[in-house]
């Protein structure tokens, strides 16, 4: 990844969609390391390079069903079996000449074509075994050929691909035993608030801590690793120390970005010189978000105390940060239909937890940003536009990382 050598205008109060493109660009300037990994250790990893198949896929021709391996018109004399493994030269197949054949096996020259077990009968004769079709074969039926499906040194898999594993079925019969995969990106957790008890139940003035055992999942889920987890307190010279500690890249911080009086990530953030990139944006929950840069080249993400707002603003800003980071396009939601009419009479986008059913989307209870229930249920999270939207609409989603 390259460094970013400009600083772009902060954006204050952008949409949902600007801030998404602004915080994946922000993602791409950071540095990522390498990893060389085996294949069974590679999933849900971001390759590094592209893979091109190294022979021909397949690399042999073969038959595509059990049957037989015929040439020309039936009725055919039977030879000998060929099965899956084979490895040594085929002798030519002559004309009226059948071997039984095993899927994968691979076609002696001269195939015209597979007649499957089903659409074939065998029977005794003066001539010896013979085999007749109860339905011809059309030529070239049921053979694969070699490189039908890549050619050698074709590209298979291309950087920034995230590895499923259809993808690392493709990557082994193309023949790699490892491949190069971008290292989580390493994000350091700063959590703020003289009011948080980290466990048990909370006492009267305290509250319960959501984000310890929430967060550091959220961003393996997204493709990074939380290093450290610091719990700061509510002052300036605490919230700077918290930062000025920091190594990571990514710096996720929670709580104190609006402007009441126990609020310093802003201080905070012009006290260590750093530059912010966006200054808020128009959605709801969540709309205090804050991404800056400091001056080391890290990012700092500063999401809101309240915990429903934290976690949708997490969903919408650090995972396009961490999908810049691993060279990977923006995550892209669906659309889904409404089951009921949704309000939003702001002029921002509301992010409305929901639940899914052959209806549509309907929202969950428990809607308010300091609260979790209801996203705790949800299946998805649907994006309503301001001035609402009517049962049956169709409304953006917005990804999500768990």
Known sequence: ???????RPALHHASLSAARTVAHDEG?????????????????????????A???????????????????EGPWQLGDAIRAGTSTALENLADGMARPIATGAPIPPGTTAILRRELGDTRWTADGMRLEALSSPMPGRDLRHRAEEARHGEPLLLAGTVLSA????????????????????????????????????????????????????????????????VLGRDSLDATVAALSTSRAPLIVTTGGTAHGPADFVRAAIDALGAHIVLDGVAMRPGHPVLLARLESGALLLALPGNPLAAMLAFAGLGVPVLDGALGRPVAVGHRV????????????????????????ATPTPWQGSGMLRGLAMASLVAAVPPGGAAAG????????PW
């Open 1 to 7: 990844m390259t460094t970013a050598t400009t600083l």
């Open 393 to 400: 609409d169709l409304v953006e989603t917005l990804p999500l």
């Open 54 to 72: 190294l022979t021909d896929l397949p690399h042999y021709a073969s038959s595509a069903m059990d049957g037989w391996a015929v040439c020309g």
């Open 337 to 360: 239909g409404l089951a009921v009419d949704v309000s939003n009479a702001s002029a921002s986008t509301r992010l409305v937890p929901c639940t899914l059913s052959d209806s549509g």
């Open 166 to 229: 259809p993808r690392l079925a493709l990557a082994a019969v193309a023949g790699y035993d490892e491949v190069s995969v971008l290292a989580p990106p390493a994000v350091d957790l700063v959590l703020l608030g003289d009011e948080l008890r980290t466990s048990g139940l909370p006492a009267n003035g305290r509250v319960r801590d959501a984000f310890l055992p929430s967060l550091p999942a959220a961003v393996a889920a997204a493709g990074g690793r939380c290093d450290h987890v």
């Open 28 to 52: 791409r300037s950071l540095d990522v390391g390498l990893d060389v990994v085996p294949l069974h250790a590679a999933a849900g990893r971001t390759l590094a390079h592209d893979l091109f």
